[in-house]
């Protein structure tokens, strides 16, 4: 697939000599769907921000579908919508009229059947002619997606769009992201919840201190880097892992009614059956056999804490 | 030019207006039969006529100035500052528009709502005292350009402004002031010698001047000088939007 957006080193430093961005190179396809997970105050915001033109770079050059966002602006913000993190909307206007004014602000001919169907597909339609300081927090989140999409865009910037949204709402979004991959929009979206971008991402960056620390195919990263925990239970608790076992570092489950085995997923012998014949010989009888996926969190965790997960 | 997105932003503020129709409508009249009834009535019948005029006529021209003055600039402040403060500057920011599109929407929707005040004070006068206006169309020039140019400044002190207070600031200690001092409801001749040159480096004086030209064809200033003062003030002020947009003072981070 072709490249939709490209970064090449990009920089921003504030006037207080804090540097936000330091150096980053992103590509990212079009039609896909990137996570990007870091911590708080990571960049992933300002790297947002930087690209749709509401903080200025430094140094470094961003382009969107070809055009620089400074030299081609226009075609390039033209491509863009944003979804801010910040419930950020003109309280007293009407949700449909606020839709309709991002609209027409990008410079798009009005389309009533396209907003109609936008709110529709938000469930923010019997809210249309509703004054936007009426409405709950999701909605006002939905309204803002609503928003974004009125221009039609390429690129779509979802800054933490489940930030504080209840479990359904939550689902709701997955499944209007899900469903404007399919139509080829390409979604950039940071978050906090690792289950969001398990659940959506194609691929998964990882942004902490201003630097990407990895881009990688979901499925690859979590193939590569996860492991996996096989618990063993038992029916009589031990106080310590028996010596005869000792070959197989293994951890001393909660109160001792359980051995926990950790072992790569991607080894040609995974060493499960020599474990389970060492602890019948060891004379231990079982209860239950569990295992465990370790997730993107664990990934994550030992990543930016820098371990070598 | 992205007309449609100048279009956007100007219905979106003149919505914004039309919601508070009759308190925009409402507040202006009151205010202008308060200052018939104090000026005009009280004062004005202990004062004979000014340069031929009546007083109560006299102080029709100024007090439309005063009106439109301060609402082109208060509304193009709020106009630009509310999206600051309430966080939706993003989208204008993020939006393929150009500073001269902005300015147009928010500057455009701003002098609107000044000029309809204006009319409105001056049907509103008509109520009270007789008025010809002896040149119509530079009347007209006079007042748009007035709205146009203030609106400007208001911008500008809606992008400078960092809080509530800030933005009520240059109004009041330097607007207001100018504007009384400028000849408002009196004509600068009738000011001891030294002030009469004084004033003239009050820039109001001028508009004053002109505007009362084009109602009773009597000035303070010869009526090009108000032309030309009213055509620097614009460039001034569109110079300065021009460096604010180019940098992204106080606007991109």
New interface residues.
């Given amino acids: 697939m072709s490249t939709i957006l490209s970064i090449t080193d990009l920089r921003k430093s504030y006037a207080g000599g804090f540097e936000a961005l330091k150096g980053v190179n992103l590509e990212i396809a079009e039609g896909e769907i990137l996570a990007l997970l870091g911590p708080n105050g990571a960049g992933k915001t300002t790297l947002i921000s930087t690209i749709c033109g509401i903080t200025t770079a430094t140094s470094g050059s961003v382009t969107v579908g070809g055009h620089c966002i400074e030299r081609e602006y226009r075609a390039a913000r033209a491509m863009i919508g944003l979804v801010p993190q910040e419930i950020n909307l003109e309280p007293f206007e009407t949700v449909m009229n606020s839709v309709r004014f991002s609209r027409g602000l990008f410079g798009k001919p009005r389309n009533d059947a396209l907003i109609d169907d936008i709110l529709k597909k938000l469930s923010l339609w019997d809210k249309r002619s509703s004054q936007i300081k009426e409405l709950s927090g999701g909605m006002k989140r939905r309204v803002l997606i609503a928003k974004a999409l009125s221009h039609e865009p390429r690129v779509l910037f979802l800054d933490e769009p489940t930030a504080g949204v209840d479990v359904e709402l939550r689902k709701d979004m997955w499944d209007v992201v899900r469903e404007l991959r399919e139509s080829g929009v390409t979604i950039i979206l940071t978050t906090h919840y690792i289950e969001e971008a398990e659940a959506m991402a194609d691929r998964v960056g990882v942004i902490a201190g201003g630097e990407i620390l990895l881009v990688e195919e979901k499925s690859d990263l979590m193939a590569r880097m996860g492991k996996k925990e096989l618990q063993v239970f038992l029916i009589d608790p031990v106080a310590t892992v028996p010596e005869a076992l000792d070959q197989h570092e293994l951890r001393l489950g909660e109160d001792g009614h359980s051995l926990i085995y950790t072992y790569d997923v991607k080894a040609e012998r995974t060493g499960i059956t020599t474990l389970l014949n060492d602890v019948a010989a060891a004379g231990l009888v079982l209860s239950d056999v569990s295992t465990r996926q370790s997730s993107l969190e664990d990934i994550f965790v030992g990543l930016v804490s820098g371990e070598d997960a | 030019m992205?007309w449609?997105?100048v279009?956007?932003?100007y219905?979106?503020e003149m919505?914004?207006f039309f919601?508070t129709l009759a308190q925009s409508f409402l507040s202006p009249v009151l205010s202008t039969s308060l200052y018939f009834v104090v000026f005009g009535a009280a004062i004005g019948s202990r004062i004979d006529q000014v340069e031929g005029v009546s007083y109560g006529a006299f102080i029709v021209p100024g007090l439309i100035m005063l009106s439109v003055i301060t609402q082109g600039i208060s509304n193009a402040s709020f106009g630009i500052y509310?999206?600051k403060f309430?966080?939706?500057v993003?989208?204008?920011?993020?939006?393929?528009?150009?500073f001269l599109e902005i300015v147009l929407g928010y500057v455009g929707a701003a002098a609107t709502k000044a000029l309809f005040i204006g009319v409105v004070i001056l049907a509103t006068a008509h109520l009270f005292v007789d008025i010809t206006i002896a040149h119509p169309l530079a009347m007209l020039l006079f007042l748009v350009l007035t709205c146009i140019s203030f609106a400007l400044l208001g911008f500008i002190i809606g992008i400078w402004a960092k809080n509530f207070e800030q933005l009520q600031l240059v109004p009041l200690l330097i607007i207001t002031p100018l504007i009384f001092l400028g000849g408002s409801f009196y004509s600068i001749s009738m000011l001891p010698p030294i002030w009469q040159t004084i004033t003239l480096f009050n820039p109001v004086v001028y508009l004053i001047s002109g505007f009362r030209w084009s109602f009773f064809g009597v000035s303070d200033v010869p009526v090009g000088f108000s032309l030309l003062a009213i055509a620097v003030f614009t460039g001034l002020c569109l110079a300065v939007i021009g460096w604010i947009f180019r940098t992204?003072w106080r606007l991109?981070?």
Avoid at chain 2, 90 to 98: F, I, M, W
């Fill in positions: 992205n449609t997105a279009s956007a932003i219905k979106f919505a914004r919601r509310f999206p309430i966080g939706t993003y989208e204008l920011l993020s939006a393929p528009v150009n992204g991109r981070s």
